[in-house]
C-alpha cells in the first residue's frame, strides 16, 4: 500500500528531480499537488509556488486548463481562492456535484473530466464507492468501476464499464457529465455510437457531454475527436 498523498520520488523515483521537491506531491495517480504557503499581494493576494513537472507526462491547471509539458521547473502565481493544481493528461479524473457531505452521498451524477495525454494511451483508473459509513467495506460491501481512456491519433474514447460488485445504498442507475477542456468547437461526439453535441458550461470553462441516467450494468462510450 502507499499513501494517498505521497513525496514526488514514490511515483517519479526514476527522476533524480523528483527527490528535492518537498514543496509539492500527488494525490493519488491523477493530480499533482503545490500548495502555496508564503503570503500574497495585491488586490487578489496573489503568491507564487515552485512546481515541478515529471518528465513523460503532460500536465493541466485544473483551474485554467492551461498545458504545462513535463520535464521542466516553473514558478507559478495565483491569487487567493486558487493554489498549483494540475491534473495529470491521459486519464478519467472522477468527480462529483458539490455535496455537504461528499463521502456518504449516493453518486447518481458522475462528473468526468479528461484532458489529452501527451502520446497515444490506454489508461484505466478505477473508481472506488463503500456507504462512506459502515466498515462493511471490510466485508466485501463495496463497488469498482472501471474508467477507461483510449487515445489513437487524434481520436479519443472515454468507456465507462459496469459497476462490478456493491452495498446497500448504491443507486441503480447514474448520469454522467464529462468535461472536455482540449475540445474543439464543431467536432464530432457519439455517445453509445449516437452522436450528441455538447454544451458550453461557463462555470468550468469547457465543453461538457450530458449522458441521462442509465443502469450500472451499462457501459457507456463516448467518441469524440480530441
Known amino acids: 500500500m502507499v499513501p ?3 513525496s514526488m520520488f514514490i511515483d517519479y523515483g526514476d527522476q533524480k528531480e523528483s527527490f528535492g521537491q518537498p514543496q509539492q506531491f500527488t494525490f493519488g495517480y491523477i493530480l499533482l499537488a503545490a500548495p502555496i504557503s508564503s503570503p500574497g499581494a495585491g488586490a487578489d493576494l496573489t503568491a507564487s509556488q515552485r512546481v515541478w513537472f515529471p518528465a513523460g507526462e503532460v500536465w493541466y491547471d485544473y ?3 492551461e498545458m504545462k509539458q513535463g520535464g521542466h521547473t516553473a514558478d507559478i502565481s495565483k491569487p487567493l481562492d486558487e493554489f498549483p493544481l494540475y491534473v495529470r493528461g491521459g486519464w478519467v ?3 462529483q456535484p458539490y455535496t455537504p457531505r461528499p463521502a456518504s452521498a449516493p453518486l447518481d451524477t458522475l462528473v ?4 489529452p495525454a501527451a502520446k497515444d494511451v490506454d489508461n484505466t483508473f478505477t473508481l ?3 456507504d462512506g459509513i459502515s466498515l462493511d467495506y471490510q466485508k466485501g460491501g463495496y463497488a469498482t468501476t472501471p474508467l477507461r481512456y483510449t487515445q489513437s491519433g487524434n481520436k479519443a474514447i472515454v468507456s465507462v464499464e ?3 460488485g456493491g452495498y446497500p445504498g448504491l443507486v441503480k442507475r447514474r ?3 464529462l468535461q472536455l477542456p482540449a475540445f474543439q468547437s464543431g467536432a464530432k461526439v457519439k455517445v453509445n455510437g ?3 453535441k455538447p454544451s458550453y458550461d461557463d462555470t468550468v470553462g469547457c465543453h461538457v457531454v450530458s449522458v441521462p441516467a442509465m443502469p450500472l450494468s451499462r457501459r457507456i462510450t463516448i467518441e469524440y475527436d480530441k
Open 4 to 6: 494517498l498523498n505521497r
Open 63 to 65: 483551474f485554467t486548463h
Open 93 to 95: 479524473l472522477p468527480m
Open 112 to 115: 468526468m473530466r479528461v484532458y
Open 128 to 130: 472506488y464507492e463503500d
Open 162 to 164: 459496469p459497476v462490478e
Open 175 to 177: 448520469a454522467y457529465r
Open 194 to 196: 449516437k452522436i450528441v
